[in-house]
């Protein structure tokens, strides 16, 4: 039953595999690879990925500081519009809610105003609950949104935060038609 052709074939399959994986690393490697980078030089890419927190290509640390800066609520607020909010809104939508009942966050109907924390039946982080004699003003919901987890350390919001300044006076600007 198990013979000695048999053995051959498995070894045989298993070394055939073992050749064509090599193979395509190797192939693949020459298509795509770099190759040896000598010492010294440095990489050359064909594009560049902006990202937030790192200066832009060619760029010094201090310019990027200085463009991660952003204008006050009172300047982007001016130009705010509540229907590009309702569209940014969405984001926003696998958490919370505008018909008044909680999800995995509170509603956010009447929050403008409403104090930090202050939702019947939803069970806050101590870090909002920290602050619940405090409004949400337009000006703390835009600090806020920016960035939730430094903004208010320890909330038990996970999203990660609306970088653009004009989205989140748009999205304030929405919030604040909601009662």
């Not at 770099?34 to 010094?60: H, K, S």
């Not at 991660?68 to 984001?91: H, I, L, R, W």
């Not at 104090?115 to 004699?133: I, T």
Request: aromatic letters at 10%; hydrophobic letters at 40%.
């Amino acid at each position: 039953m198990f013979d000695t052709m048999t053995m051959t074939k498995i070894v045989g399959s298993v070394c055939g595999a073992l050749l064509f994986f090599l193979f395509g690393n190797w192939a693949a490697e020459s298509l795509y690879g770099f190759g040896e980078q000598p010492a010294g030089e440095e990489r050359t890419f064909a594009y560049a990925i902006a990202v937030d927190d790192a200066p832009a290509a060619g760029g010094d640390a201090t310019a990027a500081a200085d463009a991660s800066a952003d204008p006050a609520y009172t300047e982007v607020a001016a130009t705010a519009d509540p229907a590009a909010g309702e569209k940014t809104f969405g984001k926003c939508k696998s958490c919370h809610n505008v018909e008044g009942k909680n999800m995995t966050g509170p509603h956010l109907n009447g929050v403008v105003g409403r104090n930090h924390g202050s939702v019947e039946g939803f069970v806050y982080s101590d870090a909002m609950l920290a602050m619940k004699d405090q409004p949400w003003t337009p000006e703390a919901i835009y600090t806020f949104i920016k960035g939730p987890k430094a903004a208010m350390p320890g909330t038990k919001m996970g999203f990660a935060g609306l970088p653009s300044p004009q989205d989140r006076a748009n999205v304030i600007a929405y919030l604040s038609t909601l009662k």
